[in-house]
């Protein structure tokens, strides 16, 4: 709403929902809750709402305004849902009937697209700043990935990369040096802030359907934890999770760090059966994930 500022939420997760023009629907991308699309904002009753962010619908309507002319094939979620559309729609870029392909990640993996010479990465900035520690290097493979969707024939390719910071080093590594220097300066940060592949990490996780109760399991669960540690074992939090509601169960997490795998393994042997005894485990459900993908 442009008058108070109000945004449409979910209604179970910490997270803003998306909006599905073609549906008129307000979907969330995190617990799949959906509904009809307000005409008017529920604060202040204006009937002049806008549409904000950028999604592979508004690219498509952006780029159909530009390119009139030309076909656009869209690959996402809502386009290849019915049993059999993706291979379609693979099959119809592969063979060139579009001179325009949008899409999500599935796009930009695997797939042999002989005709494509301009490849573009919208918004890339999400990489570079990130809670998650992995987010920049999942950016650079995805650079990688899209940037060998150009020019796999006899044609040459240029990929073009949309940043508000042109500037930022990690870029120009990826750019100048390509994934090797990349990778090699990652791997030097890591171990400077003693994070994996040079220390090993352990995620215990809860979730309820009450705040306090995943706080205080975790909590407890230090307590218990911390006996058990050796001088290169660390305890980070109790914290609530990035989103901490998420389809309506409220959701925390305690970080173990370790600088041996050893001492890591050790400390879950004796602390596992600790956490099964406890009366707040019933509580909640919780889980251990040892070298976790993702801090979410």
């Known amino acids: 709403c442009h008058s108070c500022g109000w945004m449409a939420e979910c209604r179970r997760c910490d997270a803003r929902m998306t909006l599905h023009h073609h549906h008129h629907e307000l979907r969330c991308h995190h617990c799949g809750s959906q509904r009809r699309a ?14 904000v962010g950028e999604g592979t619908e508004r690219i498509e309507q952006a780029l159909q305004t530009c390119f009139p002319d030309e076909t656009i094939l869209r690959i996402d979620r809502d386009t290849t849902r019915r049993k059999g559309s993706l291979e379609t729609a693979l099959a119809d870029a592969q063979s060139g009937k579009a001179s325009i392909l949008l899409g999500t990640q599935m796009l930009a993996k695997g797939h042999h697209f002989p005709h494509v010479t301009l490849a573009a990465i919208l918004d890339a900035d999400q990489g570079l700043f990130s809670a998650d520690f992995r987010a920049s290097e999942r950016m650079a493979q995805l650079i990688v990935q899209v940037a060998g969707r150009a020019g796999r024939a006899d044609k040459p390719g240029e990929v073009v990369i949309q940043t508000h910071y042109p500037e930022h080093p990690l870029l120009h590594r990826l750019i100048v040096g390509g994934y090797p220097a990349f990778s090699k300066a990652a791997l030097r940060e890591r171990q400077e802030a003693c994070l994996p592949p040079f220390t090993s990490l352990a995620l215990l996780r809860a979730e309820a359907t009450r705040a306090d109760h995943p706080r205080d399991f975790l909590q407890r669960a230090r307590e218990l934890a911390e006996p058990l540690c050796s001088n290169e074992i660390q305890l980070w939090g109790p914290v609530a999770a990035p989103m901490e509601r998420r389809a309506g169960r409220y959701r925390a997490q305690l970080m173990v760090q370790a600088g041996r795998r050893a001492e890591l393994q050790r400390l879950l042997k004796d602390w596992i059966p600790q956490l099964e005894k406890e009366k ?3 509580k909640v459900r919780w889980s251990i994930d040892v070298d976790p993908v993702d801090t979410y």
């Open 280 to 282: 707040g485990a019933r």
């Open 38 to 51: 307000e005409t008017a904002c529920p604060d202040c009753n204006n009937d002049d709402l806008l549409a």
